[in-house]
């Protein structure tokens, strides 16, 4: 399997922590975003910044969704911005998006998390 | 990220993703396999009743009997025939390939029942392969057969991330569904494995992603295989005259 090569860097803004994804995430990205959800403090919403993802793979995927039942069980919004069209269809067939609410922009994400 | 890059990685999101889809739609089949799933929507993890479960099971093989990729490829090539007896999964005719439906009609242990449900392929590459179930399947969520190398061996595995799809599947699973899900798999990869002439001893690790129920999803259970193949069963008799009578009007 496709050794880890993506990068979770988390910033504050407000009761929102927005966590910039770059490279390749896949299963072997697990530590690393964990350790990145690990230090999103005491927020309310966690926004995931997609623009600079390169490709994500179905084991990637399944992250997210270990990473949506950690959110939700600290009673955490999760949302996304950043997605490519290809990913956005992505989240539709997976139907991840009933889960992680899609936006345009991180304006648009941060507003929708009630951190702007 | 550079040009080039972005080309590679439009190439590989083009070939390894299922193109999206809206409801299944089932290739042509043999007639002996029962088609339940056409026209359902995919279901994943986050669309299910019951607790959320990450089963993970191993089996390492030398390296010098098969590589990753030529196990996969195999894996992917003959998938149903590393099956357990009694279970059928018609692959669909093209092979494991993303975007297809693949049906499978499998036995329940201890009755003459047979449960009629499918799975769409979601992604394949050369070391992996994901399933993804349709609703009403038993269980909401999609299992990802891989294999790498690790220390001089070849690990293929089979990783689940699912929930029961509904309460009447949530009971089953207490009810010894899990040991049938465990034995389902851990039979897989001993008979993969003996296809490359090795003996495996396989490594089973279970997570309880999430201990709360979705019990807002109770009404999944309108569509459950296990409703819809027993009403597909009783009505096989129906079914039968109603060919009789079309032989007979047509001569």
Same mark, same amino acid.
């Given at each position: 399997?496709?050794?880890?090569?993506?990068? +979770?860097?988390?910033?504050?803004?407000?009761?929102?922590?927005?966590?910039?994804?770059?490279?390749?995430?896949? @299963?072997?990205?697990?530590?690393?975003?964990?350790?990145?959800?690990?230090?999103?403090?005491?927020?309310?919403?966690?926004?995931?910044? +997609?623009?600079?993802?390169?490709?994500?793979?179905?084991?990637?995927?399944?992250?997210?969704?270990?990473?949506?039942?950690?959110?939700?069980?600290?009673?955490?919004?999760?949302?996304? +911005?950043?997605?490519?069209?290809?990913?956005?269809?992505? +989240?539709?067939?997976?139907?991840?998006?009933? @889960?992680?609410?899609?936006?345009?922009?991180?304006?648009?994400?941060?507003?929708?998390?009630?951190?702007? | 990220?550079?040009?080039?890059?972005?080309?590679?990685?439009?190439?590989? =999101? $083009?070939?390894? /993703?299922?193109?999206?889809?809206?409801?299944? =739609?089932?290739?042509?089949?043999?007639?002996?396999?029962?088609?339940?799933?056409?026209?359902?929507?995919?279901?994943?993890?986050?669309?299910? %009743?019951?607790? !959320? /479960?990450?089963?993970? *099971?191993?089996?390492?093989?030398?390296?010098?009997?098969?590589?990753?990729?030529?196990?996969?490829?195999?894996?992917?090539?003959? #998938?149903?025939? #590393?099956?357990?007896?009694?279970?059928?999964? *018609?692959?669909?005719? &093209?092979?494991?390939?993303?975007?297809?439906?693949?049906?499978?009609?499998?036995?329940?242990?201890?009755?003459? !029942? &047979?449960?009629?449900?499918?799975? !769409?392929?979601? *992604?394949?590459?050369?070391?992996?392969?994901?399933?993804?179930?349709?609703?009403?399947?038993? #269980?909401?969520?999609?299992?990802? %057969?891989?294999? &790498?190398?690790?220390?001089?061996?070849?690990? $293929?595995?089979?990783?689940?991330?699912?929930?029961?799809?509904?309460?009447? #599947?949530?009971?089953?699973?207490?009810?010894?569904?899990?040991?049938?899900?465990?034995?389902?798999?851990?039979?897989?990869?001993?008979?993969?494995?003996?296809? %490359?002439?090795? =003996?495996? =001893?396989?490594?089973?690790?279970?997570?309880?992603?999430?201990?709360?129920?979705? /019990?807002?999803?109770?009404?999944?259970?309108?569509?459950?295989?296990?409703?819809?193949?027993?009403? *597909?069963?009783?009505?096989?008799? %129906?079914?039968?005259?109603?060919?009789?009578?079309?032989?007979?009007?047509?001569?």
């Amino acid at each position: 399997m496709t050794e880890a090569t993506a990068t +979770f860097d988390v910033r504050r803004h407000g009761r929102a922590s927005v966590v910039d994804i770059r490279g390749d995430v896949t @299963a072997a990205s697990e530590d690393v975003l964990m350790a990145a959800y690990n230090d999103v403090g005491d927020v309310s919403a966690i926004v995931l910044n +997609f623009a600079g993802l390169d490709y994500m793979n179905s084991g990637g995927i399944g992250l997210l969704v270990t990473l949506l039942v950690r959110a939700n069980r600290r009673s955490q919004q999760l949302l996304a +911005f950043g997605l490519s069209d290809h990913y956005r269809q992505i +989240f539709e067939l997976t139907r991840l998006d009933e @889960a992680v609410s899609i936006h345009d922009s991180e304006s648009a994400a941060l507003s929708a998390a009630g951190a702007d | 990220m550079n040009e080039l890059n972005e080309e590679r990685a439009a190439a590989r =999101d $083009a070939t390894n /993703w299922a193109k999206a889809v809206s409801r299944l =739609d089932v290739s042509e089949m043999p007639e002996e396999a029962v088609n339940l799933v056409s026209g359902k929507r995919l279901a994943g993890p986050i669309q299910g %009743f019951g607790k !959320m /479960w990450q089963k993970t *099971y191993q089996a390492a093989l030398p390296r010098e009997a098969v590589s990753p990729q030529d196990l996969i490829s195999t894996w992917k090539q003959d #998938f149903p025939s #590393f099956w357990p007896d009694g279970n059928r999964f *018609y692959a669909p005719l &093209t092979g494991i390939e993303p975007g297809e439906v693949a049906l499978i009609n499998a036995r329940v242990p201890g009755s003459s !029942m &047979t449960l009629s449900t499918g799975v !769409m392929v979601l *992604y394949a590459d050369e070391e992996s392969f994901t399933l993804m179930t349709p609703q009403g399947h038993m #269980f909401a969520g999609w299992i990802t %057969f891989s294999a &790498t190398e690790r220390d001089g061996e070849t690990v $293929a595995q089979a990783q689940v991330l699912m929930r029961a799809s509904d309460p009447i #599947f949530e009971l089953g699973l207490m009810l010894g569904g899990h040991a049938q899900e465990d034995q389902l798999w851990n039979t897989t990869l001993t008979n993969l494995a003996r296809h %490359f002439d090795v =003996d495996v =001893d396989v490594d089973t690790a279970v997570v309880c992603v999430d201990k709360k129920r979705q /019990w807002s999803r109770w009404t999944n259970v309108a569509q459950s295989t296990a409703i819809w193949s027993t009403v *597909y069963t009783l009505g096989t008799p %129906f079914r039968a005259v109603r060919r009789w009578a079309g032989r007979v009007r047509h001569g």
